[in-house]
């Protein structure tokens, strides 16, 4: 179907992505303003559930994808060789908003693998893996998380230590990954690893994909203070990877891991269309505790609320970048 509408005018798309929505979900409620004191007082920064609920939230949200995907409005913008549809962003930004007016499927668990490692597989993996994972990824056929930090290498990227040793068509990756956001439920992952220790740390790195259902992955869940456990440690112990899994050039790892980051600007922090913003949140605290004629509040506030527009258009600016 993705083909048949590629040439619609922006009208007429957003009439289809109306009659689709409307056909498959239920109406928002018009959004009421936010009151102190009413709703979840959940204060986690991440969600936390319980196996079964994770489980349940995974496949509820697998399936909407899915039914996008296959009505033309999964991946949008992407390349019609891939999977998508070939349109500019304008057609992706009209079906944003106007899925943000029903009731859909929280889609928080493709949020790293669509908003981050997919562009990085469009940008630097071979045409074999885009085939086999792009479109896969989009419909949500699997799920895909990002491998970066370790023990001893967190916002010093370059420091890291899992290495990954060439033997003839494969690579054999040992080592240990941490701060993994949804590895429990992913299916594949990007990987970034030392392929040459003699070079500066900058330049001995490579990236791949590695499939996470491989002998020799274990993933185990980091229980926090809360009680959840949204993040894991992953270990890899001689998982083998074929080089068509490579992304980029040998040695290049540091530019592919620059291309995941510049697209987590785009892909991190931007609120479905239902929530409340933390602005607005605190907003309502302000006024709650009657403290609106406070001038450091006032001042504290005014900085918030540039600090979150500015967030906001460098969002935007880094979707027009890479879409």
């Not at 490579?206 to 002998?215: E, L, N, R, S, Y």
């Not at 050039?249 to 540091?254: P, Q, T």
Request: charged share 25%; glycine share 8%.
């Amino acid at each position: 179907m993705a083909s048949d509408l590629a040439n619609t005018t922006i009208e007429q798309f957003t009439a289809d992505a109306h009659k689709f929505l409307a056909a498959n979900a239920e109406p928002r409620e018009s959004k009421k303003a936010f009151v102190w004191g009413e709703g979840s007082d959940n204060v986690s920064m991440f969600e936390e559930r319980s196996k079964q609920a994770e489980d349940e939230v995974v496949n509820r949200a697998k399936q909407w994808r899915q039914q996008k995907f296959d009505a033309g409005f999964g991946w949008i913008s992407g390349p019609e060789q891939y999977g998508g549809r070939g349109l500019s962003n304008e057609f992706e930004k009209a079906y944003s908003k106007a899925e943000a007016q029903y009731k859909v499927a929280n889609q928080s668990i493709f949020q790293i693998g669509l908003g981050m490692v997919a562009p990085t597989i469009l940008a630097h993996a071979s045409d074999f893996a885009r085939e086999k994972f792009l479109r896969a990824m989009w419909r949500a056929d699997i799920v895909a998380c990002q491998l970066f930090s370790e023990p001893g290498a967190g916002s010093d990227l370059a420091s890291l230590q899992t290495k990954a040793e060439r033997d003839g068509d494969e690579w054999v990756i040992t080592g240990q990954k941490v701060w993994t956001s949804g590895a429990q439920y992913s299916d594949i992952g990007e990987v970034i690893c030392r392929t040459d220790p003699s070079l500066p740390k900058h330049k001995g790195m490579t990236g791949f994909i590695v499939d996470m259902h491989a002998a020799g992955v274990e993933i185990r869940l980091l229980r926090q203070m809360t009680g959840g456990a949204s993040f894991n440690e992953v270990f890899f112990n001689e998982v083998r990877v074929p080089d068509s899994y490579r992304l980029g050039e040998v040695n290049n790892g540091w530019g592919v891991a620059l291309t995941t980051l510049m697209n987590e600007r785009a892909a991190i922090g931007t609120a479905s269309g239902g929530e409340t913003s933390m602005f607005t949140r605190m907003q309502a605290m302000v006024h709650h505790f009657g403290m609106t004629d406070d001038p450091i509040v006032r001042e504290k506030m005014a900085d918030l609320f540039i600090r979150t527009k500015v967030a906001g258009y460098n969002n935007q600016r880094a979707m027009d970048k890479i879409r």
